[in-house]
């Protein structure tokens, strides 16, 4: 997996990137946890999300955000950190001007990162959202949320309480043209120590199903 250096707003960001042999694949970008509690690219749930994308035929990438590994800039409370994921994006798209497709995955912090990136940019078609902080943060911004995604939440997360992540599902899963696949995990705490293949087999079973869904409504059309 070649490392990339890409210029984001505050300097050079350090990222993974593996290219798919597949013409005009879709791409996956996969966000990182808090950058203060030790949040990198080689986090071991957004590595496995990252190494499924790949087995699935994704030009994918992973990057540390400003701050973290060898990226410069210094941490900005979330903010330049959406800033530094969109350059990441902009990067994928300038390598692969005719993706057929475009998910981003995100645990944590980078759910967050990652959601509101969501608001940013539409040609984004789909989502994975690990242990949301939906207690954390206001997730108020996704109105309307533009497409449905996969939701993940452990019933012994402490730092993230279940119940919060639920009551986000709900309130997307009241806004039309918005299904969001939520799955609870039994066992898991906020780390996901011994889930990260569970992680894995949730994300490619709903991205398959979406795509293969998507592909029926055009062979349809």
Request: aromatic letters at 10%; glycine letters at 10%; hydrophobic letters at 40%.
């Amino acid at each position: 997996m070649p490392e990339v250096m890409f210029a984001g707003p505050d300097g050079r960001l350090e990222g993974r990137y593996h290219h798919s042999s597949e013409p005009n694949a879709p791409l996956a970008l996969i966000l990182h946890p808090h950058p203060l509690h030790g949040g990198t690219m080689n986090n071991r749930i957004t590595y496995a999300m990252y190494r499924e994308f790949e087995k699935m035929g994704f030009s994918v990438m992973r990057y540390n955000s400003r701050g973290v590994g060898r990226s410069q800039g210094r941490y900005d409370g979330g903010i330049g950190e959406i800033s530094d994921a969109a350059a990441a994006l902009d990067w994928m798209q300038m390598v692969n001007p005719n993706a057929r497709g475009l998910w981003i995955a995100g645990y944590s912090f980078g759910a967050f990162v990652g959601m509101q990136l969501l608001m940013r940019r539409p040609e984004i078609t789909g989502w994975i959202s690990v242990a949301p902080p939906a207690n954390h943060y206001d997730f108020g911004f996704l109105a309307p949320c533009p497409c449905g995604g996969l939701m993940i939440a452990g019933d012994a997360d402490e730092l993230v309480p279940e119940p919060a992540v639920h009551k986000l599902v709900d309130k997307l899963n009241t806004q039309k043209g918005v299904e969001v696949d939520y799955r609870i995990f039994k066992g898991a705490d906020h780390i996901f120590a011994n889930h990260a293949d569970e992680v894995a087999a949730a994300l490619e079973d709903h991205v398959s199903t979406v795509m293969n869904r998507h592909a029926l409504a055009l062979a349809a059309d």
